[in-house]
């Protein structure tokens, strides 16, 4: 095998290194399905900026199912499996779900910017339509990125501790060729999102100042719900950038430096917290969305009814008889006097 794919760490390191992503690749999978069951189960009461959060969550599952496991098996291998053509997928896949991660957190700040009103009521209202097309267009953009080191402008390769790989920036100083592609990468698909995201937040928050000051009594709801959808965007926003920086700071420090500067541990730490913010996306948007919390509450709670209600003859007659529905919602299995999610405000 290659030396550049054998493991720089030692064999405890890439064991530890492998349960971690095991347990970060499990918490991405389940909190993210949970995020596109919850909106499933509301698609048609869902606001339209509600789709880049949903479009968040498909970017980290997709990253979690098509990545992690190779990174796992390979931690657990202490070399990287599958040489130059898996390195290639790895890349490939990790180009494409981070460019398209990063672009949604900057269209998610702008489309909050625009929508967020001072004083209230006074933003601009966003079609599914126009979002559904935003939302296409990121993708394309990041698979453009994602195909130019294939087409010959930059490269991909290991990441210099051996268990994974991404763009080449020890290749920085190398040719024309990669040092223009990187520095262009970073401008277009890091600081300028960045930069975006930073700004609109800021501006949010200026509006939501000037806003809460001429809010009447009767927009107290209005005022409430505003804040707590631009807070899931503040803390999805800065929870990425918070775990993305040192990554990229340390990439930025290997494309003027060699190897032998940085040690691979600590080219490793940056690499793995990166990868923790596909994790904990979900737990911020169920934190601060409580509607959300009630569904899957309403939701279990009406799957133990239902089945131990049909387990008994006597009871599995008696709902068949008496089963309403109401908005797709049985209002038997949950009982009178409950809200049914027709009856729940969305809080995107």
Not at 289 to 312: D, M, P
């Amino acid at each position: 095998m290659d030396d550049k794919y054998m493991s720089k760490l030692s064999p405890a390191v890439d064991f530890w290194t492998g349960m971690y992503l095991m347990i970060i690749a499990t918490l991405s999978v389940f909190g993210n399905m949970a995020v596109l069951v919850s909106a499933s189960r509301r698609a048609a009461l869902l606001k339209a900026p509600e789709l880049l959060t949903v479009n968040l969550a498909v970017t980290d599952i997709g990253m979690a199912l098509s990545m992690y496991p190779l990174s796992i098996a390979s931690a657990f291998n202490h070399a990287w499996i599958g040489g130059d053509t898996s390195c290639l997928y790895y890349g490939l896949m990790g180009m494409i779900f981070s460019v398209t991660s990063i672009m949604t957190l900057a269209v998610m700040g702008m489309v909050r910017y625009l929508v967020t009103g001072s004083p209230p009521k006074t933003g601009i209202k966003f079609q599914r339509r126009t979002i559904s097309i935003v939302i296409s267009a990121i993708w394309l953009y990041a698979s453009l990125w994602a195909i130019f080191p294939l087409l010959g402008w930059g490269s991909y390769g290991p990441e210099p501790f051996g268990l994974a790989c991404s763009i080449d920036w020890n290749g920085y100083g190398d040719s024309l060729n990669r040092s223009t592609f990187i520095m262009t990468l970073s401008v277009l698909c890091t600081f300028i999102p960045c930069l975006v995201i930073l700004f609109t937040y800021f501006g949010i928050a200026w509006k939501l100042h000037r806003a809460y000051q001429s809010i009447q009594s009767n927009d107290f709801q209005y005022g409430n719900v505003e804040k707590k959808i631009t807070l899931v965007g503040v803390m999805i926003s800065s929870g990425f950038l918070f775990a993305w920086t040192p990554y990229v700071a340390v990439s930025f420090w290997s494309m003027f430096h060699s190897q032998e500067h940085i040690t691979p541990f600590v080219t490793l730490l940056p690499c793995l917290f990166a990868k923790s913010s596909t994790a904990y996306n979900p737990f911020i948007y169920f934190i601060f969305k409580r509607t959300s919390w009630q569904e899957l509450l309403h939701l279990q709670r009406r799957i133990f009814c239902c089945s131990h209600r049909a387990n008994s003859p006597a009871e599995g007659r008696k709902l068949k008889g008496d089963m309403v529905f109401e908005n797709g919602m049985d209002e038997t299995c949950v009982g009178p006097g409950r809200q049914s999610w027709s009856q729940m405000m969305p809080l995107g």
